[in-house]
């Protein structure tokens, strides 16, 4: 679970590269409010000094991106783009 207060700093701390494929990847968090079905797409950047162990991602709600209040399901997609937000792509 990872935890979202408005307005709130914060980093969050998954382990993502042992199930990458392509190197050096983009993350593409990809959330849907659960119930308003609001999708929100944000590429996030690693900031871990050790990326093999784990992956570090600084947030900052209403500067990163802005949520409605609720609770969301989040999903993340490695890729090749820094740039592309649709994961259909």
Known sequence: MLVIEKAESKNWY???TEKVTIANP???FNMTHLLTDQVVNVILADISAFKERYNQFAVIEGTTFTLLNGEYEY???????AVN????S
């Open 14 to 16: 998954l382990t993502l």
């Open 26 to 28: 983009y993350f593409l």
């Open 75 to 81: 999903k993340v997609y490695a890729q090749t783009s």
């Open 85 to 88: 937000t649709n994961p259909e």
